[in-house]
């Protein structure tokens, strides 16, 4: 309980520290950056668990809020560039596990793992059923997501010249209370419903599921109240800087830097796509990078929210990159006759 109360402490106070000196995005930075540091310096900090996940249902519902007849009528219109998202993952793959496998050193399910740009948690689940290092998954992740979502802003900011001021969502006291009560059950039951079915990211893609359906009968029209959304922030700050409690000096020199160098590699893969789908015309520079940059679902629904981006166009691709990197792994396991927990293999 007290590494709990003191982690929320340390996440705070860089909440403050990052409002004060008026940084961008203080809610997510702020608690990522403290928790990061501290526990790089040791300190025993402790993750938030079923918070952090409920944290996310919020954004599934964000996300499938988006998702109204409009953004349906224009799926057509998106197809051209969604047609580049398997190909982007094949490269992906095609770069990534020679480059953990024979340049890095890990054995071939660790490697296609930490190359598959999936969710933490997701990659995780497969790598330990296929006998990958848990950890270094973990480690190479977090690496990838905590860049991503560290250089985007500035990307955004510095490059297309975006600022992050858009509005989050309306107060809680402007929206109607039915409708609050219909997000909160929507939340708890795609979140619940997609565990019970084994929905892999279901914090996410459970309520995004549910709430699309109910955005596309008209039974929501607004996103989940501005305090939500700062809430979810916060938590999944706290989430990414606690993945680093307990990280030794060899974690850092093989798993980390292996994790930070690959960021360089997926760099060059998403300019190198990105350019492409913008000059064909088939994507605006901001919503393009912000389709194919490899960072978390979560972290870039923030991302694209203050940015002003269009959500649903973005929602497509990165569900498009999910599905096929989570299909992709059974067939993996399967092709490779990697080994499973207690050395079987995958039938």
């Known amino acids: 309980m007290a590494h709990w109360l003191g982690t929320l402490a340390i996440a705070g106070a860089g909440t403050l520290f990052f409002w004060s000196l008026s940084l961008p995005l203080p ?45 349906v009528h224009q799926i057509p219109n998106m197809m051209a560039s969604v047609m580049f998202v398997p190909l982007y993952v094949a490269v992906i793959g095609l770069v990534g596990v020679p480059y953990f496998h024979r340049i890095c050193g890990f054995d071939l399910p ?21 006998g990958a290092d848990v950890r270094a998954l973990s480690l190479i992740h977090a690496t990838r997501v905590l860049i991503i979502v560290t250089i985007a802003p500035i ?10 001021i858009q509005p989050i969502g309306a107060p809680a006291a402007d929206l109607p209370v039915v409708e609050l009560a219909v997000m909160v059950a929507a939340a708890l039951i ?10 892999f990211g279901a914090s996410i893609l459970g309520p995004m599921i549910v709430t699309a359906v109910l955005s596309l009968s008209g039974v929501i029209e ?47 893969l998403t300019v190198m796509v990105t350019e492409i789908v ?37 929602v497509v691709h990165h569900l498009t990159r999910i599905v096929l990197v ?13 080994r499973g927990r207690g050395g079987d293999t995958p039938g």
């Open 110 to 130: 660790t490697s296609y793992y930490a190359a598959m740009p999936g969710g933490l948690q997701d990659m995780v689940v497969f790598g330990q059923e296929a």
């Open 326 to 338: 989570i299909l992709g792994a059974p067939i993996f396991a399967a092709f490779f006759k990697v």
């Open 278 to 314: 913008v000059v064909l015309g088939f994507a605006n520079p901001v919503e393009g990078f912000l389709s194919f940059a490899p960072g978390g679902q979560a972290e870039m629904t923030v991302l694209a929210i203050v940015a002003g981006a269009d959500l649903g166009f973005i």
């Open 27 to 71: 809610f997510l930075f702020g608690p990522m950056t403290a928790c990061l540091l501290a526990a790089l310096l040791g300190a025993p900090l402790k993750g938030v668990g079923p918070i952090s996940k409920g944290a996310r249902t919020i954004l599934g519902v964000a996300v499938g809020a988006s998702i109204t007849p409009e953004v």
């Open 190 to 199: 795609g979140w619940k419903g997609g565990e019970r079915i084994g929905l």
């Open 222 to 268: 607004h996103r989940p109240p501005r305090e939500a959304i700062v809430a979810a922030q916060y938590f999944i700050g706290i989430g990414i800087g606690v993945g680093y409690v307990g990280v030794t000096l060899l974690e850092i020199r093989k798993d980390v830097l292996a994790g930070i160098a690959f960021v360089g590699i997926l760099a060059v």
């Open 155 to 164: 990307v955004l900011t510095q490059l297309f010249d975006r600022p992050l």
